[in-house]
């Protein structure tokens, strides 16, 4: 999808995409929003509240998302925090017991190419 284009994103319940989170600022594009286009390789669409458990699981993998890096604005993630996680990455957790929650209305309508909406309601934050 075309990030530029007319069409309004939506998420993964067909609604105009919301905003992840602002502090600190997330998504590929970094506007605050999962949103996504050919360029975002690892495709950064789903909106999450990390862990502990989880950041300890994706910097044994490699991504260390806690370490501050200033010269690219990013202070590091807390638990707590919203970022727009990379599909795989959260797919990954998931079959790892170790998946974090996610906001639906904030989670880009390409995630469901990485998993089912019956399977991303199981961790929504913003249901009922």
């Not at 999962?34 to 862990?51: K, L, M």
């Not at 599909?87 to 017991?97: M, N, V």
């Amino acid at each position: 999808m075309d990030r530029d284009s007319d069409r309004i994103p939506k998420n993964v319940l067909g609604s105009p995409l919301q905003t992840c989170n602002e502090r600190p600022v997330t998504g590929f594009f970094r506007d605050g929003c999962c949103n996504t286009n050919e360029e975002d390789v690892g495709a950064h669409v789903v909106c999450v509240r990390v862990t502990r458990e989880f950041l300890e699981f994706s910097a044994a993998r490699g991504n260390d998302l806690t370490t501050p890096h200033p010269e690219f604005g990013f202070p590091g993630l807390q638990p707590g925090d919203r970022w727009c996680l990379c599909a795989l990455r959260w797919t990954e957790a998931l079959q790892a017991g170790v998946a974090p929650q996610l906001v639906l209305a904030a989670t880009h309508e390409a995630m469901l190419e990485y998993a089912p909406l019956a399977e991303l309601k199981k961790y929504a934050l913003d249901l009922n």
